[in-house]
């Protein structure tokens, strides 16, 4: 067995594991990135990439429903040609992952190892027939769909994302266990594709929505295009040569089920055991947020493997995080970023800094539209859903946001930018907002919450800042 020494060891190649190369690579440190299994991104494989190739897809189909209104005749006539669409969506996931591999693994030499590392000791990994001796390890291995064991013995009738995008062509009924972000998106998408597509989610909410209207309203939107049963447990038997999905009262035969209940980090056979520190029940170990260090060890865990933040640009500044912490002899703390997350299904649905739940009633106030009214939605024709906006009701300062509607992608964006700077309700009122535009919602949901709160913006009018005399 071969032994080799370097710096900083990185294991996993993913978003998290290339952006802790990146840090590493400045400080002119040593370094070896393994990578055991598929290389390029989950995004890339099998998360946002492919599943948005998807549902542009499944939008632009569905849109035929909306052609008669407009005096548009023919669109009745429109056909799917489910094997071609699916073939153009693994293109495009095939050059997402030509591209990461191109600018990442591609061009390293004896610095990139393939095969599964384990831990001898905190500082000691084995990799095949071989043994690397590192001053500091990035544990960056990623995360997979959680399958529980009772439905693995239904084999490839239970399907998940790791499969999901290699498919061909679909069968004409799937069952969606888990309304999360990846159920709603994907289960939206098959049903405008043609599959009869029936949702299931033990949980009362869907989308991870935590403001109770805004889950009211989305629950009334999606359960108009497909069945979404929730509250209830699932269970799946075999029904001849199909699967029979059962929660509560409801039932239905499916071809497949695809299962989005979840996503587990990637650690067994990691040998965490042999780092000395406590791990969880799940055989975790604790890491501080904002070093992403463990324990007092020179090893920091980054990206989905930590279970906390599983989304792209959080991973990709844990892995800067992990990557700096591990190329320097001082371990630094950084604060993190206001909390983000969009569902791409449509309408948005989407979260912003503070949660519903997070909230103190007695200290916080809300501004809410709804967007039925809005001119922009309207000639759009996608006029449904609700923004709730969260502030301070002293300063006016913004806290969060939940919505589900047109454009919302942008609308989250631009909050997110806002709370992070700290900014209030007065001072976003003080920005243009042209005329008509989806973000004209905003401009109403901030009114409202403006007027509840005590600190208004001086000077005559609330939209101008007032010259000096």
């Given amino acids: 067995m071969t032994e080799k020494t370097v710096d900083v060891a990185i294991i996993g190649s993913g978003t998290a594991g290339l952006n802790a190369m990146g840090q590493v690579r400045r400080a002119r440190k040593s370094f070896v990135l393994i990578n055991g299994?598929?290389?390029?991104?989950?995004?890339?494989?099998?998360?946002?990439?492919?599943?948005?190739a998807m549902i542009q897809v499944a939008e632009d189909f569905h849109r035929r429903t909306h052609l008669g209104r407009y005096g548009i005749s023919g669109h009745d006539d429109l056909r799917l040609d489910l094997p071609e669409a699916l073939e153009h969506v693994q293109n495009l996931r095939d050059i997402f992952v030509d591209r990461v591999l191109e600018h990442s693994t591609d061009k390293l030499g004896d610095e990139f190892i393939e095969g599964y590392a384990r831990f001898i000791e905190p500082t000691l990994l084995e990799v095949g027939e071989q043994r690397i001796r590192a001053g500091r390890?990035?544990?960056?291995?990623g995360s997979r769909p959680l399958v529980p064991a009772p439905w693995q013995a239904f084999g490839d009738r239970i399907i998940t994302t790791d499969e999901f995008f290699e498919y061909e062509d679909l069968p004409a009924a799937i069952g969606v266990?888990?309304?999360?972000?990846?159920?709603l998106e994907l289960g939206q998408s098959l049903h405008r594709l043609g599959i009869s597509v029936t949702g299931f989610?033990?949980?009362?909410?869907?989308?991870?929505?935590?403001?109770?209207?805004v889950a009211?309203?989305?629950?009334?939107?999606?359960?108009?295009?497909?069945?979404?049963?929730?509250?209830?447990?699932?269970?799946i038997e075999v029904a001849g040569d199909r699967l029979k999905v059962t929660a509560g009262e409801h039932s239905v035969l499916v071809d497949k089920v695809l299962c989005s209940i979840g996503r587990v980090p990637n650690v067994e056979n990691l040998g965490l055991e042999n780092l000395g520190v406590t791990l969880d029940e799940h055989g975790m170990p604790a890491c501080n947020p904002n070093t992403l260090q463990l324990a007092d060890l020179p090893v920091y865990l980054a990206g989905d493997v930590t279970g906390e933040r599983m989304i792209l640009h959080e991973a990709g500044d844990e892995g800067k995080?992990?990557?700096?912490?591990?190329?320097?002899?001082?371990?630094?703390?950084?604060r993190r970023k206001t909390p983000l997350a969009i569902n791409f299904c449509d309408p948005n649905i989407c979260t912003v800094g503070s949660r519903w739940n997070e909230l103190d009633p007695d200290s916080s106030a809300i501004g809410e539209i709804r967007f039925g009214p809005v001119g922009r939605a309207l000639v759009m024709g996608k006029n449904k859903g609700i923004l709730r906006v969260?502030?301070?009701p002293q300063s006016g300062r913004l806290l969060g946001a939940e919505m589900i509607g047109p454009q919302c992608e942008h609308l989250a964006q631009l909050l997110c930018w806002c709370i992070e700077q700290g900014l209030g309700a007065g001072d976003l009122l003080r920005m243009p907002f042209y005329h008509p535009t989806i973000e004209e919602a905003l401009q109403a949901a901030l009114y409202d919450l403006y007027r509840k709160v005590e600190t208004k913006n001086t000077g005559g009018l609330v939209e101008l800042e007032r010259l000096p005399s």
Avoid at 219 to 231: A, T
Avoid at 321 to 331: R, V
């Fill in 201 to 213: 989610d033990q949980l009362d909410s869907i989308g991870g929505i935590r403001d109770p209207e």
């Fill in 37 to 52: 299994g598929e290389a390029g991104t989950t995004c890339a494989r099998v998360g946002c990439m492919p599943s948005k």
């Fill in 390 to 392: 969260y502030g301070d």
């Fill in 321 to 334: 995080i992990a990557g700096y912490n591990a190329a320097h002899d001082e371990t630094a703390a950084f």
């Fill in 137 to 141: 390890v990035v544990i960056a291995t």
């Fill in 177 to 183: 266990i888990g309304l999360g972000t990846i159920g």
């Fill in 216 to 235: 009211r309203t989305a629950i009334e939107i999606l359960g108009r295009e497909f069945p979404l049963h929730l509250g209830r447990p699932a269970q």
